[in-house]
């Protein structure tokens, strides 16, 4: 099956306004200098993150100028390297900064200088690995850095129309595709860590170059066959890799290398390797026409956002490996739903709707994109959160080791970097999740105040998309140019919407849960409503953890409880199904955002000073329940947080 739709390309749509413009301007002024003094090793009171240091010392060496020094940090640090020139490219798309430009040429001319001579390029394999290089592909990442290095490449190119490093990452991929494959002499290796698959597919999109798309098929089909290529890779070695216990996980499942992925059944694993493989799977499914391969991608997406999800948008249950465990299992207080993860959520989302529009799997898009990501930064764009809980209790995160790595407040930088990286790539290529489209239609699948040009099959259509969402849910779109079809996305979690066309009320088919009109050539102008009332979000009864539990959305707005508004001891807290759900305007947030407010009650001690209590009926304090957009908690301080609360049945 080919894809149904194509994604826009760098500079397609603009985005500079509203709740998003604010963002976006957050990722240019304050995240992308921030991180580049953090990549510089220049942020005090931070883990040093070594990249651009590690770098140059693979440079120097392969130059012939060895200063002695060694490799420091992860293995995997040109990734973090990777993502910000992703992002930086993504921002001179946006607007030229000739500062910039020369800062990313400069990083360019030192990859330039470390790549050996045929083609490797990896600081930990230039300066650790030397003549050992792919010896642990499970573990080194060598190929995961690859793919990100491509990733950057590719958005460099199309923001600037340099090809240097694309020329030099061409170079990279056909040393990768001389070391792997099925031919004698080759290695039947694939990546321990996803994300090649992915890259390559983008780059053989610009590129044009078959070769890339083959190569990132070999990747797919040839995980998990028989003889299980981790297998192998440890006997050789010689020596205990470290596994995961069985206990904690089947070996290999965490690496999605079990077992081909055509027979696997669930979304299994590490979370982001698993969401990166997800992508790269779906692309390489659609490029080569198997439905075998699609099929698979379905199943997998199916099992993830049926069982797997967090209402936050949030994937990954447990921090022992960063992983899915099994379905239904989705505990608040110790989740893990890693940044990442919920960033490669929403790569996958894009994917399995440009193969076919479906407004529940933009749904899953939105949900992560409002939630759970954007939860990832502080307010001022200057700390993040790897992890992202639903339930914030400190002094466990002090003292219980299943917690340490719930943080009650984000953190200027980590050891592990991956996450504040990866969302600045996110902000900076925003247009690309607003938008897919085909010759006859253009599906908008987020509303975003946007402006973007699209070349259809009868010509040139401008579109420009005017809305404060999700301060409310009113969105008006002006189109001009040439006729085409025009479909919107009806968010699941909308109970009415209206449109009008040119003043009047229509009421258009729905297909897949967009609604579509025809637009004649010339100008026409459309306004949308989207109802937008507070509504209670309640959790399928087989997940244990959320029974007798509702929490709150308002349009794409997750909502929690804070300390800050309602003291400590947050799980006392209990909201009436009949108790009506306000707007709070006196807290208003960032893109003019309200909080939420309810009457509601507080558990009280009780009468009896005792752990356990006999037949004593718990009794209720009425108090006022303020909630606030779960993308701002923690920045009033660490305390107590929670997403989902007592419902008390009415
Ligand atoms: O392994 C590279 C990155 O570091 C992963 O994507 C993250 O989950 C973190 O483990
Ligand atoms: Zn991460």
């Known amino acids: 099956m080919m894809k149904n739709t194509q994604p826009v390309s760098l500079k397609q749509v603009k985005i500079d306004k509203g709740f998003w413009g604010y963002y976006r301007d957050l990722a240019f002024s304050s995240m992308i200098p921030h991180q580049w003094r953090a990549l510089n090793d220049d942020l005090s009171d931070a883990p040093p993150s070594y990249s651009l240091r590690n770098l140059r010392l693979a440079a120097d060496r392969n130059r012939g100028l060895s200063s002695g020094e060694t490799y420091q940090g992860p293995c995997f640090l040109d990734s973090d390297l990777a993502k910000w020139l992703e992002a930086a490219a993504g921002w001179l798309a946006a607007r030229p900064d000739e500062q910039l430009e020369k800062s990313i040429d400069e990083v360019i001319d030192l990859l330039a200088a470390a790549q050996e001579a045929d083609g490797y390029l990896n600081t930990f394999g230039s300066l650790v690995l030397g003549k050992n290089r792919w010896r642990n592909l499970r573990d080194e990442h060598e190929l995961y ?8 490449a590719v958005a460099y190119f199309e923001a600037t129309g340099k090809r240097r490093f694309i020329d030099i990452m061409e170079r990279n991929v056909a040393c990768i595709a ?11 290796g694939y990546p321990g860590h996803p994300e090649l698959e992915l ?5 053989f999109h610009v590129t044009g170059n078959p070769h890339h798309a083959r190569l990132a098929r070999y990747f797919i089909e040839e995980r998990g066959q028989q003889p299980l290529y981790f297998e192998e890779e440890k006997k050789r070695a010689g020596r205990e890799q470290a596994d995961w216990p069985p206990y904690i996980r089947p070996p290999l499942r965490q690496y999605q290398a079990h077992k081909p992925l055509k027979e ?17 799977l779906v692309d390489v499914a659609a490029e080569s026409g198997s439905s075998e391969l699609m099929q698979t991608a379905e199943r997998l997406w199916d099992n993830c956002i049926r069982h797997r999800l967090y209402v936050t948008g949030g994937v990954g249950s447990t921090h022992h490996g960063e992983a899915f465990t099994f379905d239904n299992h989705l505990p608040n207080g110790t989740a893990y739903a890693e940044t990442c993860a919920s960033i490669a959520l929403v790569f996958a989302a894009r994917r ?3 193969v076919q529009p479906r407004s529940a799997i933009a749904d899953v898009m939105e949900r992560a994109l409002y939630n759970n990501c954007l939860a990832s930064v502080q307010l001022d764009g200057t700390r993040f959160f790897y992890v992202n809980p639903l339930q914030v209790w400190p002094s466990a995160s002090q003292q219980e080791p ?8 984000r953190q200027k930088w980590f050891g592990c970097a991956c996450c504040p990286t990866n969302l600045i790539r996110l902000l900076s290529s925003l247009d690309r999740y607003v938008f897919t489209y085909n010759s006859q239609t253009i599906y908008q699948h987020l509303y975003i105040d946007s402006e973007a040009v699209f070349s259809m099959a009868n010509g040139l259509v401008q579109l420009t998309c005017r809305t404060r969402y999700p301060a409310d849910g009113a969105v008006t779109l002006h189109k001009d140019g040439a006729a085409c079809r025009l479909a919107w996305r009806v968010p699941g979690w909308c109970r009415q919407h209206t449109l009008m066309q040119d003043g009047r009320q229509v009421v258009p088919d729905i297909e897949n849960g967009y609604i579509q009109i025809d637009c004649p050539a010339g100008p026409v102008t459309v306004s949308l409503t989207f109802d937008m009332q507070p509504c209670r979000v309640t959790c399928d009864p087989a997940v244990p953890e959320n029974i007798g539990k509702v929490c709150l959305q308002r349009g794409p707005l997750l909502y929690c409880l804070e300390e800050a508004d309602q003291g400590r001891e947050l799980w006392r807290l209990y909201l009436p199904d009949n108790s009506p759900v306000d707007l709070d305007w006196h807290q208003a947030w960032p893109g003019d955002i309200p909080g939420l407010k309810a009457a509601g009650y507080r558990q009280a001690d009780g009468s009896v000073d005792s752990l356990y209590r006999f037949a004593e009926t718990p009794e209720l304090v009425p108090v006022r329940l303020n909630f606030v957009p779960y993308y701002v908690w923690g920045n009033r301080g660490p305390g107590e947080m929670l997403v989902w609360l007592h419902a008390l049945p009415g």
Do not use: N
């Not at 001389?178 to 080759?186: D, I, K, M, T, Y």
């Not at 890259?199 to 780059?203: D, N």
């Not at 917690?403 to 009650?408: D, E, M, T």
């Open 402 to 409: 299943d917690h340490w790595h719930v943080k009650p407040e």
């Open 199 to 203: 890259a390559l597919m983008r780059l």
């Open 145 to 152: 850095c690859s793919g990100h290095l491509i990733e950057a």
């Open 264 to 280: 696997q059944q669930t979304l299994d694993g590490h979370a982001v390797r698993a969401l990166y493989l997800l992508s790269g």
């Open 178 to 188: 001389e070391a792997f494959g099925r031919e004698p002499g080759q290695r039947r």
């Open 352 to 354: 399995m709707l440009e």
